[in-house]
């Protein structure tokens, strides 16, 4: 039995060997490829306004990697927990582009549609990273943030990092958020008024009013 299995450990050497020179992977002498390191979960903050709308950038630049989809959605008003909820609303020029084209506007943009149709075709559109900035909209005069409720004037621009290294805007325009306080320790969006900038830095780089409506 010791012969045989002496045998077969040679034999497996040589059949190795044989494999290593003609090109071929051998993976008895391999180490295992170690699997990338999962992105970490980002700890939502909805506590104050400003917490809201940096857990809506995170959840964007996780691009569903950990829990970037719910940290973004939970962000938006449900009635379920704020009795309130959320709706989008679309610049006039953006309707009547996509109308134009043959397709409809929905009656209502609401959490699900934001959930099962924008979030997951926005954060799939390119591959590389992302980064989402929102700053202050001047045009639109100052923000107006009170105990229960709060407009935010907003314009936002997404990058994303390409595979050379060169970053792209793809997402650009101008939003009005409104937002109440439903508990303690909870802002949330109830509206989110969509703005386009135009004409467009380029091509890609289109209104988040538009990416919805082509997530469709």
């Known amino acids: 039995m010791e012969a045989v299995s002496r045998r077969?450990?040679?034999?497996?050497?040589?059949a190795c060997l044989w494999l290593?020179?003609?090109g071929?992977?051998?993976g008895l002498f391999r180490p295992a490829k170690?699997?990338?390191?999962s992105q970490s979960a980002y700890i939502p903050d909805y506590n104050t306004v400003e917490g809201t709308l940096l857990t809506m950038k995170r959840g964007i630049e996780d691009k569903a990697r950990s829990n970037g989809l719910s940290a973004y959605i939970g962000a938006l008003a449900d009635t379920n927990t704020d009795h309130r909820a959320f709706h989008a609303f679309f610049d006039p020029l953006t309707v009547s582009r996509f109308v134009g084209t043959g397709r409809s506007v929905p009656d209502d943009w609401d959490r699900s549609l934001e959930t099962q149709k924008f979030y997951p075709s926005f954060v799939r559109k390119y591959s590389g990273s992302y980064d989402l900035e929102f700053t202050h909209d001047d045009s639109q005069g100052?923000?107006?943030i009170g105990d229960d409720a709060a407009l935010l004037h907003l314009r936002y621009v997404a990058y994303a990092t390409l595979s050379n290294d060169s970053t792209l805007i793809v997402a650009n325009g101008f939003a009005n958020l409104y937002l109440v306080r439903s508990s303690a320790n909870r802002w949330a969006v109830v509206r989110w008024d969509?703005?386009?900038q135009s004409p467009p830095p380029n091509p890609e780089a289109l209104s988040f009013g538009q990416q919805r409506l082509e997530s469709q």
Not at 34 to 37: A, H, L
């Open 24 to 26: 071929a992977a051998c």
């Open 8 to 14: 077969l450990r040679l034999g497996l050497l040589l």
């Open 34 to 37: 170690p699997e990338p390191p």
């Open 142 to 144: 100052n923000d107006d």
């Open 20 to 22: 290593a020179t003609s």
């Open 194 to 196: 969509d703005r386009e």
